[in-house]
């Protein structure tokens, strides 16, 4: 005690001089002092425990020092094995710091969730076996061929020079023209949408898009590149696990695996700990393009910006010679609120999903299940495909950095991901050959995330899978082979934990720039430790695919009534945010709830006084409704309890004799609570999930 105040009194007296320092540095020095004379509820003094069972504390391997040593790494293992779902269990052996207990459904439970749909090709779905509109870029016309009398109608964009947009920034904006004779067009239009069907509300389900060739871009692209030009594809399949890439996408894992041959001009590694970095798409690839720390959800103010500025890969990129492509197979709000409506990208795909939202019935929400998503002949992540391709070869001779992020696994079910495994494995043979020739390319054929919603989400091996996206890189031989490590390393990586920022090192480095990236390891040159955690790649405890959640099977009394009290703290959130919320008089909409009861609770520990519990429950009066939390206990103040999404309440109680805070970090539903109600409540500016309707839901007596 007396060290402490001692301690305490001179840095006092420092900080009295340097007053200013002090403000800024005012965090480094509390954790200073709490180091060297910790706090008694603290993760510094381990002495003290104060969660549900013994902490034992992180696994830290004493390779946690390991370096690349060339001779003794030094792998002639050529070519990289054939990968198959399951050889995560090689991973065992290796005394990782982050081992995963399971990986995600076993191949026997995953072919029984997501059995094969079958679905056909678009022609057999749409009855079109070609396109009759054609938007051409390069005399800046369009063409419709409808077959018949009636000679059609169509609409064309972009509406204006915003890369990204919402939704409901451009509904009003599109125009139906009819169609006479080819149309000629501003010399900004990509994309149009048509109908040969003289019924005017039928759908506008004829596409073609197409780039414009920016000449100052090349030009400014071409005077910076040097040798060989690049290509640096990141290839995002939305929601796609690494199991789930196996289960739906066979052929295009077959095709990956036919590179590994010792003659292939390309091989292919797949990344068997690949984490998620945060829990939705943005989480994960905006700290990507930005950094971790420049990343957003949203921001205030003018919003026609590119927010990542000069952290954005784009722009540091363009300066080494790249043109850049950001393209999405949807409309949704995420990315335009993080990135600006103006990321200075040169090629930009979004509008074109607005459209085809509006003027189809073909919606790329999680909620559209099942639901084959065919435009004209093609599916709609055809398009973007097409797009790329045709970008490609406009720039042939400058470098490239090309992102697309397509949606087919976007959806609740997991079976429709099915549907891009033909059209992307087509499409990744076509631009490795033609462009394979002139061109240096690196691809990273990838996953934001795994899936995250759906009626299995509930299930262990679905948590886990969420969080471990797949992740493909496919590299020239002669490009592998012109640094005599860089096999060996990227073979490394592909057995240790990596996540994102890696990606962002990776990506920098291939385009000859080092970037000291805050939790990343360059995939090409270093090997991730064996002792590297979650933590030191910058990835939260609850998106962590190591940390272990575990069953709590039989509470004793003391554990048992603070879980009941958990789900009384929610009980009442539930009705804060709902029943009783003041954004509309009581009693309309919502019913008050009561929980029935704590079906399965799951608990980890951060540390000797963090840990974290999740909380299956029942509703009574309501079977079929089912609740999940999150909640955060700790008897230390940290960081964690300002996590941006954070709104819900800190209580300070006492747990075990301990002071605690609680705090709720999420609640959501377990069961299908989508329709009405939810309409109901989300257009009264409640959350649809909280509220169980007055009517529509049975209640049992
Ligand atoms: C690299 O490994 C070899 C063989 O295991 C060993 O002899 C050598 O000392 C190591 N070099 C370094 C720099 O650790
Ligand atoms: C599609 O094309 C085939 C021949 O290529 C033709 O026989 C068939 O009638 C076409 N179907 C439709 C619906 O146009
Ligand atoms: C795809 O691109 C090619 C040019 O490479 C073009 O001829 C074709 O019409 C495009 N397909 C569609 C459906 O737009
Ligand atoms: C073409 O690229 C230049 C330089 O990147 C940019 O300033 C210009 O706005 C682009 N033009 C179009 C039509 O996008
Ligand atoms: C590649 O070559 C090595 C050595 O020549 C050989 O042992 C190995 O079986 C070959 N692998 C394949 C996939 O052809
Ligand atoms: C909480 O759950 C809801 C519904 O599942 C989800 O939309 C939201 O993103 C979650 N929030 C956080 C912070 O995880």
């Avoid at 997501?114 to 396109?131: D, E, I």
């Avoid at 919320?581 to 951060?606: A, L, P, R, W």
Wanted: with cysteine; aromatic share 12%; hydrophobic share 35%.
């Amino acid at each position: 005690m007396i060290k402490k105040v001692l301690i305490i009194t001179l840095l006092g007296i420092c900080l009295f001089y340097i007053g200013s320092f002090a403000s800024d540095h005012r965090r480094q020095i509390v954790n200073f002092i709490n180091e060297v004379t910790p706090p008694k509820y603290s993760s510094n003094n381990p002495k003290i425990s104060t969660v549900s069972y013994p902490y034992h504390g992180p696994i830290i391997s004493d390779k946690d020092t390991e370096e690349f040593n060339s001779s003794s790494y030094f792998t002639d293992d050529r070519p990289p094995p054939i990968f198959k779902i399951d050889d995560t269990e090689s991973l065992r052996s290796l005394n990782l710091a982050c081992q995963p207990e399971i990986y995600g459904y076993s191949i026997d439970q995953g072919d029984v969730i997501f059995p094969r749909h079958g679905y056909p090709k678009c022609p057999a779905v749409t009855n079109l076996n070609q396109s009759y509109i054609f938007v051409d870029t390069e005399d800046d016309k369009l063409y419709m061929n409808c077959p018949g009398p009636y000679k059609g109608r169509f609409l064309f964009g972009p509406t204006n020079d915003k890369k990204l947009v919402l939704r409901n920034e451009i509904e009003d904006f599109w125009q139906v023209w009819d169609y006479d004779e080819p149309e000629p067009l501003d010399e900004e239009v990509e994309f149009a949408l048509g109908s040969c069907d003289s019924s005017k509300s039928a759908y506008l389900i004829q596409a073609s898009m197409n780039p414009q060739f920016n000449k100052t871009a090349y030009e400014y692209a071409k005077e910076r590149t040097e040798g060989k030009p690049k290509i640096i594809f990141m290839l995002t399949l939305d929601s796609m696990s690494r199991r789930h890439f196996f289960r739906k996408m066979p052929k295009t894992i077959d095709f990956l695996n036919s590179l590994n041959q010792n003659e292939s001009d390309y091989w292919a590694f797949d990344f068997k700990l690949h984490n998620i970095l945060g829990p939705n798409s943005v989480g994960n690839q905006v700290p990507i393009f930005g950094g971790k720390d420049r990343f957003v959800k949203t921001f205030k103010g003018d919003q026609n910006i590119d927010y990542l500025g000069e952290k954005a890969l784009w722009n540091i990129l363009r300066e080494k010679g790249y043109i850049s492509l950001f393209g999405l197979e949807n409309c949704d709000n995420y990315f335009p609120k993080s990135l600006g409506r103006k990321p200075n990208v040169d090629y930009a795909i979004n509008q074109f999903f607005c459209a085809v939202y509006k003027y189809t019935d073909y919606k790329f929400d999680k909620e559209a299940v099942l639901k084959q998503r065919c435009l004209g002949a093609y599916m709609t992540h055809y398009y973007p495909l097409n797009y790329t391709y045709n970008l490609a070869q406009m720039n042939q001779g400058v470098n490239m950095w090309l992102y697309l992020h397509l949606n087919g696994a976007h959806e609740a079910t997991g079976l429709h991901a099915e549907t891009m495994d033909d059209d992307v494995m087509d499409f990744v043979k076509k631009f490795l050959t033609d462009f394979g020739k002139d061109n240096d390319i690196i691809m990273f054929l990838h996953a934001d995330h795994g899936m995250r919603y759906g009626n299995w989400y509930k299930d262990l091996p679905a948590y886990q899978e969420n969080k471990l996206p797949g992740l493909f890189a496919i590299a020239g031989r002669q490009f592998i082979e012109q640094n005599d490590k860089t096999y060996s390393v990227l073979t490394l990586n592909t057995q240790r934990l990596t996540s994102k920022m890696d990606l962002r090192k990776s990506i920098l480095y291939l385009a000859g720039i080092k970037e000291n990236t805050k939790y990343g390891v360059n995939l090409f040159e270093e090997v991730a430790h064996k002792g590297r955690t979650c933590e030191k790649a910058g990835i939260e405890p609850w998106d962590c695919s190591c940390r272990e959640m575990k069953l709590i099977e039989e509470p004793d009394q003391e554990l048992e009534d603070f879980i009941l009290r958990l789900a009384d703290q929610v009980q009442a959130t539930i009705n804060t945010e709902s029943y009783a919320s003041k954004k509309h008089d009581k009693n309309i909409i919502c019913e008050k709830i009561e929980i029935k009861g704590v079906e399965n609770t799951y608990n980890f520990q951060i540390s000797n006084v963090e840990e974290f519990f999740k909380l299956e429950m029942t509703v009574k009066h309501y079977p079929k409704v089912k609740f999940q939390a999150n909640i955060l206990v700790s008897s230390q103040y940290s960081d964690r309890f300002k996590y941006n999404d954070v709104k819900y309440m800190v209580e300070h109680d006492t747990f075990r004799k301990a002071p605690i805070m609680i705090r709720i970090l999420n609640i959501s539903r377990l069961d299908k609570y989508a329709g009405p109600c939810e309409l109901k409540a989300i257009q009264a500016g409640l959350r649809g999930d909280t509220c169980i309707c007055k009517e529509g839901y049975k209640k049992e007596k």
